[in-house]
């Protein structure tokens, strides 16, 4: 199990930029694939992007693709979000998750994760 930790959400107006981190404690972040999901307000928690265990190979959803890059740094235990761009329909509350794995490759579902940060609000005003 791995405990996670969001920050950098906050308020900022349509076509701006925001950089989330997630920190994991414990020395076992490189055995996880990882990913971001976020819950706009009134709706249920989508997928964002997801990550293999070395970063070589990372996915993100289609209505964030362009905009958002997902990244990790092993040697800090950190996961990254870079938010550019971006528009008032991306408000939610953003989650990162692990996923333990033997191999390289990323889930993409959130039933796929098992450990969740508490999340960081990201607000865009039009």
């Known amino acids: 199990q791995v405990q996670l930790v969001e920050s950098g959400g906050g308020l900022v107006q349509a076509g701006g930029s925001l950089r989330l981190s997630c920190v994991s404690s414990?020395?076992?972040?490189?055995?996880?694939?990882m990913g971001w999901f976020r819950q706009p307000p009134g709706k249920e928690r989508e997928f964002v992007a997801a990550i293999s265990r070395n970063g070589a190979a990372s996915r993100p959803a289609e209505s964030v693709k362009g905009r958002f890059t997902i990244s990790r740094d092993n040697t800090k235990d950190t996961l990254y979000l870079q938010m550019n761009s971006l528009k008032p329909e991306d408000t939610a509350v953003y989650y990162c998750?692990?996923?333990?794995?033997?191999?390289?490759?990323?889930?993409?579902?959130?039933?796929?994760?098992?450990?969740w940060g508490k999340g960081t609000l990201v607000t865009v005003s039009s």
């Open positions: 414990g020395r076992t972040f490189p055995w996880y694939a």
């Open positions: 998750a692990a996923q333990f794995r033997g191999d390289n490759g990323m889930g993409l579902t959130q039933t796929e994760y098992h450990d």
